[in-house]
């Protein structure tokens, strides 16, 4: 399939390097960027947003790539199910087979992208603002000095 791969972050050097020795030597069409400064300016330039962690605190990294209107193929974790509402593709982070699988359903459009999206976005709009966010905070601090909390 016409597809590329770029990974962005850092990781252990010699793991690294041995995959890049694997791509290497089947010419795979994988680039390690590293870390980057400015990833909302970066994101735009992809169709798809892959997470492939085994262990997620948050997912805020999803919710950013959902505001920008990317489709998400993240693994099955259940906090990466619950920041997205289940509205995100979703993976055997264990099983290789499972992303493949879903990449090439994407791939032959057995799976609709911008329907993916416009979910997103609405998604971010309805949970995530800045906004939302501070009336969180304030009912927090309202319980906490409205019931004698001291901590």
């Given at each position: 399939l016409n597809i590329s791969l770029d990974i962005?972050?850092?990781g252990e050097l010699s793991y690294l390097h041995e995959?890049?020795?694997t791509i290497d030597a089947n010419k795979l069409p994988v680039?390690?960027?590293g870390a980057s400064d400015n990833i909302p300016a970066v994101l735009p330039n992809y169709d798809l947003y892959v997470m492939p962690s085994h262990h997620e605190g948050f997912g805020m990294a999803a919710i950013e790539a959902m505001?920008?209107?990317l489709p998400l193929l993240l693994a099955d974790l259940k906090v990466l199910h619950e920041v997205t509402?289940?509205?995100a593709l979703f993976f055997d982070q264990?099983?290789?087979i499972t992303l493949a699988r879903t990449i090439t359903d994407i791939y032959h459009g057995k799976i609709d992208l911008t329907e993916h999206?416009?979910?997103g976005i609405a998604l971010v709009?309805?949970?995530y603002t800045k906004t939302l966010y501070l009336e969180k905070i304030n009912e927090i601090y309202s319980y906490i000095f409205n019931s004698g909390h001291q901590s």
């Amino acid at each position: 399939l016409n597809i590329s791969l770029d990974i962005f972050g850092t990781g252990e050097l010699s793991y690294l390097h041995e995959l890049q020795k694997t791509i290497d030597a089947n010419k795979l069409p994988v680039t390690f960027l590293g870390a980057s400064d400015n990833i909302p300016a970066v994101l735009p330039n992809y169709d798809l947003y892959v997470m492939p962690s085994h262990h997620e605190g948050f997912g805020m990294a999803a919710i950013e790539a959902m505001a920008i209107g990317l489709p998400l193929l993240l693994a099955d974790l259940k906090v990466l199910h619950e920041v997205t509402y289940g509205s995100a593709l979703f993976f055997d982070q264990n099983d290789p087979i499972t992303l493949a699988r879903t990449i090439t359903d994407i791939y032959h459009g057995k799976i609709d992208l911008t329907e993916h999206a416009a979910t997103g976005i609405a998604l971010v709009k309805e949970h995530y603002t800045k906004t939302l966010y501070l009336e969180k905070i304030n009912e927090i601090y309202s319980y906490i000095f409205n019931s004698g909390h001291q901590s």
